[in-house]
Structure formats: C-alpha cells, structure tokens
C-alpha cells in the first residue's frame, strides 16, 4: 500500500507535465502558422489582390514549373538508382552493406552548402587530379557536348545525393522486414528472372518504403534553396526568397502557400503508405526532408 | 557479357577437373572470386554515381583546401587565414554554439512532448500528432524564415500584439532581435522539436509496458523506473538523436540565409559567399572553412553510429 501511495502521484505529476510540455510545443509550432495567415490576410490591399498578383506573375509559373521538372526527375533518377542497388546489396552482396550505409550517411556529415562549393569545383575547374580518381569521366562531364556545370542536370544529380539518406533508409528498412531471399527464390525457381523478379514480385511487396522514399525525395527537391541559390538557377524557392524580400505581405501568402504544398506532399506519404500493399512500414519511416 | 560467362563456364571446367585431382579449397575459392566479381559489378552504377557527385566534391574541397589559390603549390596558407581572422573563428563559435543550445532544447523539450504524444491514449490524436510533426519538420528554409519575419519581425503580428496589450516593443524595450543569436535560435527550434518527436516515437515505443509493470511489483516508484529502467535503454537513442539535431542545425543554410540575407555570421553563409564567388572570401578559406565543418560533423555523425549500434542492442534489431 505504501508502494502505491508514493507513486501515483508522481506518476500524475510526470503526466501532467508531459501533456503540459506537448501543449505548449503545439501552441509553439502553430503560433508562427496562425500568426503568417493572419499577416497575410491583414495585407492592405486585401489577400485576393495579393493571391491575384501572385497568380498573374508569370515568374511565379515558370519557376514552380522548373521545380516540378527538377523534382520528378531527382525523385525517379533516385528510386531507378537506388532501389535495385538496394536490392542487389540484400541479395548478393550483404558484405557491401557498411559501404551502403558509408555513402548514404555522407550527406548528413555534408551539408548542400559544402556540396555545392566542392561541386562548383569540381565541374566549374580542371583539375588533374580529379581527371584520374574520376576514369576520365569529370573532364567529358565539364565539356561541351555533355556540359553540366550550372545546368538543372547536374542541380538534380546533386538533389538525388541529399536525398540519399531519406531514400535508401526506407527501402532498406522495408526490404528487412520481408522475406527478401525467399521470395526470390520462388521466382527463380518459376522461370522469372532477375529484373522481372525485381519488378514484379520485390517492388509490390516493398511498395510503402519506395513511396516513402519518393515523396521525401520530391518535398526536397521542392524546398531545397542551398544549392539552386549557389548555382544560380531561379526555382521555386529562389522565387519565394526574391519576391518576399520586397514585400512582406506577399511573403507571408507566400508561405502559407508554401506551407500547403508541404501539407499535401506530406498527407499524400501517409496515404500511400497507408494505402500501399505490403505495409511494411510503419510510423517509423515518415521521416524529415532536408530543406534546411 | 558473353566473355564472362565462357569465363566462368571455364573456370568451373577446370575446378571439375581440380576436384578429380583432390584440390577443393582451390575450386571453392576461384568461383567465389567470379561471383563476386559479377556481384561488384552490380553496384557499378550506384558507385559510379556516388564518386562523381558526392566523393569528388568531398576530395576537391579537401584538396582545395591544402593548395595555394594563384599557384596550385601545397600549402597550409588557407588554415592559417581561418585561424587569424577573428571573423572566422566567431562564426564557428556562433555556429556550435546555436547548434548545441537549438540541440539541447530540441533534445529535452521534444523527448518531452514525446512521451506526451506517446502516452496519449486516443489513436486518431496520435496519429494527427505525428503528421502535423511531418509537416512541420518539413517546414523549413524560406517559407520558415517569412513565417517568423510574419511573426516575430519588427512589425510581425505577435511583435505588435505585444505591444499593443502589453506597450513593450520586444525590439527596443528588450533588445530582442530575430535576426541575433536568440532570434535564430527561436526559428531553428521550430524545425528541431518536431523531428525530435519524430525520432523518438519508435524508441519510446520499443519501451515494454511489462518493464514497467515489474518494476512497480518490485516496489519502483515512478522517479526510480524512468532513472533505472527507461533512460539507460533510451538513452543512447536521446544521444544519437541529439547528435542528429547538432549536425541538423550546424548545416542549416537556407532559413539563416533568407532571415537576414547573409547578415548573420556563420559558416554556411561563409561558405556561401565562397562558392558564389563573393570578394570577402576566396575560394581557399572556403574550402578551409567547408573542412573545419565536416570535421566538426564527422565528430557527430560517427559518435551518432556508435551509440544508434549500441542502441540497437537494446531494441534486438
């Protein structure tokens, strides 16, 4: 009796505070939120007029245009490349896994502002040394016929290895949670072979964390400033940055726009994931994009 | 492809005829060798890919930062002018420092909020909570940055309502300023705290209600179970989650950039300047700069695989 006496009101206490703590973090994270809307709609002219301005700009078009583009491209280039490689390593290469997890932890300890000045370098100067440890392959890049230096090409090359942690984690993750050899097996053992075996029977089963991994790869490329800003290429977001500075009642419609393509781009992984056959992943793989 | 295969068809003619011979360790090892190496090639493109876009830029900045601007000689000029200039060293000091405050708080106020949204009973709350957690950890950069101009900025809504019910202006009463230490440190929190509450989730959920149970039989109170039980097992998690939000805010560029539009000395916006070919800062001290950063986040990131393996004990994956 003595026991129960002493902790249930410690018990109270730590909950009490904990639901304290959350309240006051949501109050935190809606406060900017509700403040942004209201500041927007408080514009003089009117939230209409500034919803139509920015409607009728052609830049405004073009841009979340080319951000389109730029996204699709870095989110398909990275599933092509990164899912059957992930598949390839689980099935015949388990050896290769600490490299796997090496190459795809870069990018934390990497930031896009480092990878966009040691990209510069790379394709922007010539570089002997660079010429040998790439088989020849930086100076066909840098040149002419195959020029990437400051092309959206080499914006979505860089796009994909930000992404790299947010890709190969959940497709990773979910093919450890099937029967990967297994079912292999089974198709090998019908006649299928290896693509056919990837595409038809691996891809359905690891759908939830190739969908994950898509939309992450998509919200931020959409987002993503750093590195479109350092090569001077005029997306989305360098739009935002450039139309906000003058008008700050622009830039709060701005981002509450901005806020509902995040909130669509979010609620489209949850539903998918949800939605998706398999269902390997779990709370787990609804991650963060890297847009900071 | 067809080379390969007369190869191996080869190589296991004569291991047949090695096995006649008594020689087996030889044949295990020569078609391990060939099918290793059709493993490798597998990863050829994903490799390829990785060296051209990710190594190499690593590599060039490494070297760029070891060889003299004009002449290309060795050199270790590029250190010494990071070290010399009081501007540089402050950077870095403003850096880690708004990363470890904006760390800490993100580590111990989100594991709070956790264990809030962890503790809820209602699953459809849980749920919201973890989407809402989603978005707003996606919210960041530019939009963010005008959200709080909106809102904390001289003449933002919470700065005037302040005002107009209290009559204290924050800015010149208090001193405060968004675009300061404090002021980046209020924004960066605002995409720290719900990543935390993202990562912790699944450790909190890895928590087994029976541990609890068992040490309240054994006469635990509360106090005694979370200092006992509950943070040796989540405690290399709350590190490595904490190492997660340092290197999370240490890179952080766009939100500093579009708050101030590079007034704010740190490094990222050092190295901006850099790779935009600004005047303030040559390509060398960039790069000198770019690798005093990765240095700093290697120390992270490899004190943050340690502990999530040590981590990974606990949870059995």
């Known amino acids: ?292 | 492809m067809d080379i390969s295969g007369t190869v191996d068809t080869e190589v296991t003619n004569t291991a047949i005829e090695d096995e006649e011979a008594g020689a087996k360790p030889r044949r295990l090892f020569r078609i391990n060798w060939g099918y290793m190496l059709s493993s490798w090639l597998g990863l050829v493109p994903f490799l390829l890919f990785c060296l051209l876009f990710e190594l190499l830029p690593a590599v060039v900045v490494i070297q760029g930062s070891l060889t003299d601007n004009n002449t290309g000689d060795f050199t270790l000029d590029n250190y010494q002018h990071l070290l010399s200039q009081s501007n540089n060293l402050n950077a870095f000091q403003i850096s880690v420092s708004i990363s470890l405050v904006t760390a800490l708080i993100g580590t111990v106020v989100g594991f709070m909020a956790a264990y809030g949204v962890y503790s809820l009973r209602s699953g459809w709350l849980r749920n919201f909570l973890v989407g809402f957690s989603s978005i707003t950890a996606n919210f960041a950069g530019v939009p963010l940055a005008f959200a709080f101009i909106a809102t904390l900025g001289a003449t933002g809504f919470i700065t005037v309502a302040i005002q107009n019910w209290f009559h204290v202006n924050i800015y010149e009463d208090l001193h405060f300023s968004l675009y300061g230490f404090w002021g980046l440190v209020i924004v960066y929190v605002y995409f720290q705290l719900p990543l935390m509450v993202l990562i912790m989730l699944p450790a909190l959920n890895a928590l087994r209600p029976e541990w609890r149970e068992a040490a309240t039989n054994l006469g635990a109170s509360g106090f005694i179970y979370w200092r006992r039980i509950a943070l040796p097992i989540l405690l290399p998690s709350l590190i490595a989650a904490a190492m997660l939000l340092f290197a999370n805010a240490f890179g952080a560029y766009a939100t500093a950039y579009a708050l101030a539009q590079g007034n704010i000395n740190i490094v990222p916006i050092l190295i901006g300047y850099a790779t935009a070919g600004n005047v303030q800062v040559d390509t060398g001290l960039g790069n000198a700069l770019a690798v005093g950063m990765i240095v700093v986040l290697l120390a992270a990131v490899s004190l943050y695989v340690t502990l999530v393996r040590r981590a990974s004990v606990w949870t059995g994956k």
């Not at chain 1, 040394?129 to 979505?156: C, E, K, M, R, Y």
């Not at chain 1, 190969?168 to 050899?181: F, M």
């Not at chain 1, 400033?225 to 977001?237: C, M, V």
Request: glycine residues 6%.
């Open chain 1, 1 to 292: 009796m003595a026991v129960t006496t002493e902790t249930r009101p410690a018990r109270r206490l730590s909950f009490g505070l904990n639901r304290l703590v959350l309240l006051l973090v949501i109050i935190y994270l809606l406060l900017p939120l509700g403040a942004t809307l209201a500041f927007g709609l408080s514009s003089p002219a009117g939230i209409l007029y500034t919803f139509q301005q920015i409607f009728s700009d052609p830049d405004f078009w073009q841009t979340i245009q080319l951000s389109l583009v730029l996204s699709l491209a870095s989110t398909l280039l990275g599933v092509i490349l990164v899912a059957p490689t992930a598949y390839w390593v689980h099935l015949r290469l388990p050896k290769a896994r600490p490299l796997m997890d090496f190459l795809t932890l870069i990018p934390f300890a990497m930031p896009a502002v480092i990878l966009s000045l040691g990209l510069v370098e790379v394709y922007g100067t010539p570089n002997n040394l660079l010429n040998v440890l790439s088989f020849g392959l930086v100076p066909v890049l840098s040149n002419d016929p195959f020029n990437i230096v400051d092309t959206p090409q080499l914006l979505v090359c860089a796009y994909v290895i930000i992404s790299l942690p947010f890709v190969y984690r959940p497709i990773e993750n979910s093919l450890r949670a099937i029967n990967t050899s297994t079912l292999t097996e089974a198709a090998y053992s019908l006649g299928s072979g290896w693509w056919r075996t990837f595409l038809t029977v691996i891809v359905p089963n690891i759908w939830p964390g190739v969908i994950s991994a898509a939309l992450l790869t998509f919200s931020t490329a959409m987002g993503e400033f750093t590195i479109a800003s350092l090569f001077g290429l005029y997306t989305f977001p360098i739009y935002l940055d450039v139309t906000g500075q003058n008008d700050a009642h622009k830039a709060a419609s701005l981002s509450v726009l901005s806020f509902i393509l995040t909130l669509l781009c979010v609620l489209a992984i949850i539903f998918l994931v949800r939605r998706g056959p398999g269902r390997a992943g779990k709370e787990g793989d609804i991650e963060i994009a890297a847009s900071k």
